[in-house]
């Protein structure tokens, strides 16, 4: 690892120190050290590469933020085979789940070899329009259909593989990663699921039938997905960061990206502990 490049949460001054330390202490070994744009501000520096300069030419990328940051931030770097070490300043963490306090220490691990990749897939979404491809991008949580905040229940029509499934008559729908189930669909009544499980998940929110349930398929599946109201607002949100309406003649298409997110973990890494950290289980 030769180039590591950092992002921090936009207007986090108060990680300015520890980031700076960071930097230090890589640039100490002999490291290439990539600051984007706003990094750079947070840090008062003047020089920063741009994100195409990150992606081309990065061997590590440091996120110090939430897991909202790490998820935008890999947008930077997305279709590179990129690792990620996230450490966190939000609320839960589960994807940047290095302390702030420790970051430094757990750099230094990774520097020495010290550390494991976890694998996280990711979704491709393609719309398309009277079968021309007019949008389309990866997540790494979640894929959210809802209706806007006047508009009444919608129908959701669903084939799973070229079979029909259901038509949804719901709030909207969440199509999640394993990643993802942590996220919104663990709120609306979905199932948590191994990060690592080769799964999709598909929760309806506040279906009008109780037979609606959440369901999980393999993630080798394709998902088509059609809205069948044609006067109501509904649109579609990418892990919760970008979003657009959906008309009646646009078809959704979501199946598994080849290319995941490779994430650094500490090699004592234990996914039930974290999940009894973050979620408070066991606690009184």
């Not at 110090?64 to 839960?92: E, F, H, K, M, Q």
């Not at 892990?239 to 995941?260: A, C, H, N, V």
Request: net charge negative; with cysteine; aromatic share 8%.
């Amino acid at each position: 690892m030769k180039n590591i490049a950092i992002v921090v949460k936009p207007h986090a001054e108060e990680v300015a120190d520890i980031t700076i330390q960071i930097c230090d202490y890589l640039k100490s070994e002999g490291k290439n050290v990539l600051l984007e744009e706003r990094t750079a501000s947070v840090l008062g520096y003047s020089d920063f590469t741009t994100h195409n300069e990150i992606k081309d030419n990065a061997d590590l990328l440091i996120v110090l933020g939430g897991d909202g940051t790490l998820i935008s931030s890999n947008r930077i770097i997305s279709g590179a085979n990129i690792p990620i070490l996230g450490v966190n300043l939000g609320r839960l963490g589960f994807l940047t789940e290095t302390k702030v306090e420790e970051a430094l220490d757990t750099v230094k691990k990774v520097l020495s070899g010290n550390y494991k990749f976890d694998n996280r897939m990711k979704l491709i979404s393609d719309i398309f329009y009277d079968e021309e491809k007019v949008f389309t991008t990866e997540v790494l949580n979640d894929i959210v259909i809802n209706k806007g905040a006047l508009a009444r229940i919608i129908d959701i029509e669903v084939h799973i593989d070229n079979q029909y499934v259901n038509t949804y008559r719901a709030d909207g729908l969440i199509i999640s990663t394993p990643t993802g189930s942590t996220a919104y669909t663990l709120a609306a009544g979905g199932p948590i699921v191994y990060p690592t499980l080769n799964s999709i998940i598909l929760t309806p929110i506040c279906p009008h039938s109780l037979t609606h349930r959440p369901i999980v398929i393999h993630d080798d599946s394709e998902i088509k997905i059609r809205i069948l109201n044609d006067d109501e607002k509904v649109f579609i949100t990418y892990d919760g960061q970008i979003g657009r309406k959906m008309s009646l003649k646009e078809e959704i298409f979501i199946y598994k990206s080849p290319q995941p997110v490779k994430l650094i973990v500490s090699q004592k890494r234990n996914y039930f502990a974290l999940l009894k950290e973050k979620l408070g289980w066991g606690s009184t």
